[in-house]
């Protein structure tokens, strides 16, 4: 399928019911499902490439985490956590398999959607049947998340595309050489025009404020279950790190191979956080490992 199809799905949080947005690839009865989750401020759209090459051996899901894209904002900012991401996922997916026969699930992810994966593969009886994390771990570097505080919550509007663009570009250096064309597509994934036509980001600005209200102490605690949930994990895991990556360290990654599912190790070099996966020779390394 060179095209994918946009659909919803209604999930829950404790204030409510919202729907979620997901791109489907591929043919819609191939029970085989690789599902694709992308970072804090990104989109399903950032897999346009990988699930366009993954589609004749797949069905490729890739959803707009709630509070980002085509899906609904949460009218209480406080769940825009992992619990409740994990909880919208476990709904896609009786969504998505229904009556396929199929209960398993391959699984990448993108940071936060790294993130997902790995409290969603750590629970008994996991759909998760293989784990590739993109650029990220139990520990974060707290001098990252602090960058990536620093332009979360606030506001941007631009009265050119041209000027937008910009400032993504300045944004999401880490994320290593692209072309003009793909910096064009990274981009208008996340970007959108409000009612007066100013472009701005295509997230809720709320997004920042379960983020800002970490403090040293909760994220000692947040570390510590992170790593519960990666000692838990059975299936197979690869964990991709850009070797520039200002989130995930080289310490934490060797960690990782000597742990949980000793996950195997590829470090992309050039990039920081995050690789994009846009270019074949990612896309191969993320297919090899999916298909072996």
């Known amino acids: 399928m060179t095209h994918p199809n946009i659909r919803f799905v209604q999930c829950i949080s404790p204030v409510g019911l919202h729907k979620m947005a997901y791109k489907e690839w591929g043919d819609p009865r191939n029970s085989k499902v690789l599902v694709c989750v992308h970072g804090l401020t990104r989109v399903s759209d950032d897999f346009d490439p990988m699930a366009r090459e993954l589609s004749s051996d797949y069905r490729v899901v890739c959803p707009d985490v709630v509070g980002r894209g085509r899906s609904d904002w949460l009218k209480n900012p406080q769940f825009y956590r992992i619990p409740q991401y994990v909880s919208d996922m476990?709904?896609?997916?009786?969504?998505?398999?229904?009556n396929t026969g199929e209960e398993r699930v391959d699984w990448f992810g993108t940071s936060m959607g790294g993130l997902i994966g790995m409290a969603l593969a750590s629970l008994p009886g996991s759909p998760v049947r293989k784990l590739l994390l993109n650029d990220i771990g139990p520990a974060l570097d707290p001098v990252a998340l602090k960058r990536?505080?620093?332009?979360?919550?606030?506001?941007?509007?631009?009265q050119t595309f041209e000027e937008a663009e910009k400032s993504i570009r300045t944004i999401s250096a880490?994320?290593?050489?692209?072309?003009?064309?793909?910096?064009?597509?990274?981009?208008?994934?996340?970007?959108?025009?409000?009612q007066e036509g100013f472009w701005t980001r295509n997230y809720d600005l709320d997004l920042?404020?379960?983020?800002?209200?970490?403090?040293?102490?909760?994220?000692?605690?947040?570390?510590?279950?992170?790593?519960?949930?990666?000692?838990?994990?059975?299936?197979?895991?690869?964990?991709?790190?850009?070797?520039?990556?200002?989130?995930?360290?080289?310490?934490?990654?060797?960690?990782?191979?000597?742990r949980g599912p000793k996950a195997r190790l590829i470090e992309f070099p050039e990039v920081g956080h995050a690789p994009t996966f846009v270019h074949a020779e990612q896309i191969a390394i993320a297919k090899n490992f999916l298909l072996a």
């Open 90 to 98: 476990v709904t896609l997916l009786a969504r998505v398999l229904g």
């Open 148 to 158: 990536i505080g620093e332009y979360l919550g606030q506001p941007m509007r631009f």
């Open 174 to 194: 880490t994320f290593g050489p692209h072309t003009d064309e793909e910096w064009h597509k990274l981009a208008s994934d996340v970007l959108c025009q409000d």
């Open 208 to 258: 920042a404020i379960p983020f800002q209200s970490s403090t040293s102490e909760t994220m000692k605690v947040d570390e510590a279950m992170l790593w519960a949930a990666y000692d838990a994990i059975k299936c197979p895991t690869l964990l991709i790190r850009g070797a520039q990556s200002d989130l995930l360290s080289v310490q934490t990654a060797r960690e990782m191979t000597e």
